[in-house]
């Protein structure tokens, strides 16, 4: 009996043949001796902020829109908001930064200098 010597993983079953076996795997499982789950990794949406989910062999990843980083699209560049004075943050759509939009009376990057209407 070659079921003696040889175990399916996952709750299969081994089934003897003559000098051979196989496994009848239960459904999500596949591979010889059931060893590799046929799981959707991606069916519980995964990823966040919209980021698209790729399921593979060793589980998953997830692609980024832009704006977002992170192994799961977790940070956004505006979060914490870097924008200062009131200024609000937009995240760029061709790439992983931000762009501040300032109130009026100020300027800077993050919105960060008062304007001077002395000079």
Do not use: K, M, W
């Amino acid at each position: 009996d070659e079921c003696d010597h040889y175990t399916c993983f996952n709750g299969g079953v081994c089934v003897d043949g003559i000098n051979s076996y196989s496994c009848d795997c239960l459904i999500g499982y596949t591979g010889a001796r059931c060893e590799t789950s046929q799981v959707d990794d991606c069916q519980s949406n995964p990823c966040e902020n919209n980021g698209i989910c790729t399921d593979d062999a060793d589980g998953y990843s997830c692609a980024c829109l832009a704006g977002y980083s992170g192994s799961l699209c977790q940070h956004s560049a505006c979060s914490p908001d870097p924008c200062l004075n009131n200024g609000s943050c937009l995240c760029l759509t061709l790439s992983d930064g931000y762009l501040c939009n300032c109130t009026d009376g100020y300027e800077g990057e993050n919105c960060e200098s008062a304007i001077s209407f002395c000079d």
